[in-house]
């Protein structure tokens, strides 16, 4: 009897001592988030990304995968803002997992973090998809990024104490990082100030308040509205007054109606990731700005991506 009860004390002891080493388990809805999370959680996490830069994120189903992930998670991190209005709420009620359900410590909404930008003075649906809380897109900023950085690290020192210490150090050791990598981004780019540009979608408002560049027109007539041919001939008779060089999409976006505009112009477009995973080399946060700055000047050059 003895020897049971001390087979069965070393059981608890060792079950115990697996769950306070377990790894948080996070549910990251977009992939910037995800690789913000690997950076501050290291081994400490086990990040899942829901949707990739090939997809468009307001369109996403949550399918049986996504549920069984959303069961599993300790802590959810999403953009928020309404970005995944679309498919969140569904999701979060079939999960069913109060830890992470919006509202709960578990539920990280990194817009929360930064000033928004395009906060609508009207909300009517015949404006096309307009998101009443501001332009959710945050991501396209490396300085947005690093203020959803040291909000999430409050985040995971609130939800895991035991490990504090190794989220401080390591969002110490990011800041230094991305401090030093925006001051770089920023000499690249200086000759991006001022330049103007066509958006295919509008998605990159606060891209463009950090390098100083100008929308002139939209291809989309509306947020989220495929355009007609009687739009695009209006950003043709636009771009008479007001020249662009630079037709900016993501690589999720479908390109015909940039290929449309080039055909009638001498535009050079900028196929930008948008989203770490959306072109070669862009598998971390340094890699996604990176990228997004060589895609730009190369455009600004004229050499099309």
């Known amino acids: 009897m003895k020897r049971i009860i001390t087979t069965l004390v070393c059981l608890v002891a060792a079950l115990a001592s697996n769950n306070a080493s377990a790894a948080l388990r996070v549910f990251a809805c977009e992939a910037e988030w995800g690789a913000l999370a690997r950076e501050l959680g290291g081994d400490d996490l086990q990040v899942y990304v829901a949707t990739s830069a090939l997809?468009?994120?307001?369109?996403?189903?949550?399918r049986?995968?996504?549920?069984?992930?959303?069961?599993q998670a300790d802590l959810a991190i999403c953009t928020g803002a309404d970005l995944e209005i679309g498919w969140l709420p569904a999701l979060a009620s079939k999960g069913a997992n109060p830890k992470i359900a919006p509202g709960a410590p578990g539920f990280f909404e990194a817009s929360r973090a930064v000033s928004m930008l395009e906060v609508p003075t009207r909300l009517d649906r015949a404006d096309g998809d307009v998101h009443p809380f501001g332009n959710p897109h945050i991501q396209t900023d490396p300085r947005n990024i690093a203020r959803v950085a040291a909000a999430l690290t409050a985040r995971l020192v609130e939800l895991d104490v035991a490990r504090a210490p190794a989220y401080r150090a390591r969002h110490a050791a990011f800041e230094q990082k991305w401090t030093a990598a925006i001051a770089g981004w920023e000499a690249r780019a200086a000759p991006l100030a001022g330049v103007a540009v066509i958006s295919a979608h509008q998605s990159w408002a606060y891209l463009y308040a950090w390098l100083g560049l100008r929308e002139v027109a939209a291809l989309e007539s509306r947020p989220g509205i495929p355009p007609s041919g009687a739009h695009l001939a209006q950003v043709l008779a636009t771009l008479d007054k007001q020249p662009a060089k630079i037709v900016v999409y993501a690589a999720y976006q479908d390109r015909r109606p940039v290929a449309w505009m080039q055909q009638r112009t001498n535009i050079a477009s900028a196929q930008l990731p948008f989203s770490p995973g959306g072109a070669d080399g862009t598998d971390d946060l340094v890699g996604l700005f990176d990228v997004t700055i060589t895609r730009l000047l190369d455009a600004l050059a004229g050499k099309s991506s």
């Open 55 to 62: 997809q468009d994120v307001h369109q996403i189903q949550p």
């Open 64 to 71: 049986p995968s996504l549920i069984a992930q959303w069961r």
